[in-house]
């Protein structure tokens, strides 16, 4: 993935910050960065969404289930370190 700058942040500020951003744990200034960045970034946007689902999703499965599949979280944050290597 090329890193780019739009909004003001670079594409690896984004990501460092897209946990934060869905929990709604931003001001509203550094929210607006990020959606700015997130409009003008096609790669950002694509990742936020598929990174936004798989909360979403997480976030459903435990409030049914007491307890996580470990070999599940574990395939998740494979997958999530091999889409941002530099981590």
């Not at 594409?11 to 960045?37: F, M, N, T, W």
Request: glycine fraction near 6%; proline fraction near 3%.
């Amino acid at each position: 993935m090329t890193e780019r700058t739009v909004g003001g942040l670079r594409c690896s500020e984004v990501l460092a910050q897209l946990s934060d951003y869905l929990d709604g744990e931003l001001a509203k200034p550094e929210v607006e960065r990020i959606e700015e960045h997130l409009l003008g970034c096609p790669n950002c946007e694509r990742f936020g969404d598929n990174f936004g689902s798989m909360v979403v999703s997480l976030q459903r499965q435990s409030d049914r289930s007491e307890a996580f599949d470990s070999d599940l979280v574990s395939r998740l944050l494979s997958q999530i370190d091999q889409l941002n290597p530099e981590s």
